[in-house]
């Protein structure tokens, strides 16, 4: 027998309903509370700059899935997870995400919004650098494109696959 997935009727439903974005963050959202609540201090605390529109969209995600999914999420998590799925390693990939991220706002992002966040050491190992990176390659102020068209795309995400649900996050 299959081990329970939430707390009301309808659990195998939602389950099986469980989309990938969905995974991430409940993937991320379960992480970062282990390595808090077991000291492991893995996870470490990285500025982020992101279009200012794109803070106050996830401020309400995290807002309305907390109150769908009775769960303590933070935007960290939500950063953590988009990073994990939309931040490319190589010089390029940022460069064409920022281009994308750039195009789709016709240009006019502004200078964003810095705050700071918890994230996974596989994306501080990308993100810690991201900046230097760029402005070593010529291209200083546009790792808040590319931080950006990561957030965008992972929000699209989670508009698509709707809200979050009472689901437990998902054994690995």
């Known amino acids: 027998m299959p081990p329970p997935t939430g707390g009301g009727d309808g659990d195998a439903a939602e389950a099986a309903e469980l989309s990938e974005v ?3 963050l409940l993937n991320s959202w379960r992480d970062s509370r282990l390595d808090l609540k077991l000291r492991k201090k893995g996870w470490q605390t990285q500025p982020f700059r992101f279009a200012a529109d794109l803070v106050e969209s996830l401020s309400k995600r995290v807002a309305e899935d907390c ?3 009775g769960k303590t999420l933070t935007a960290a998590q939500y950063v953590d997870a988009a990073m994990a799925r939309h931040l490319p ?3 390029d990939e940022q460069l064409q995400l920022a281009e994308d991220f750039l195009v789709s706002r016709d ?3 502004g200078t964003g919004q ?3 966040h ?3 050491p596989e994306v501080y190992a990308i993100a810690s650098d991201l900046p230097n990176a760029l402005r070593r390659e010529g291209h200083a102020r546009t790792a808040v494109h590319v931080y950006s068209g990561a ?3 992972f929000l699209a995400e989670l508009d698509a696959a709707g809200p979050l649900g ?3 996050a998902p054994r690995r």
């Open 22 to 24: 969905h995974t991430a």
């Open 67 to 69: 109150k769908s999914s």
């Open 89 to 91: 390693s190589s010089i």
């Open 107 to 109: 240009s006019d992002v």
């Open 114 to 116: 810095q705050g700071s």
């Open 118 to 120: 918890r994230v996974s």
């Open 151 to 153: 957030l965008d795309r």
């Open 166 to 168: 009472k689901i437990n």
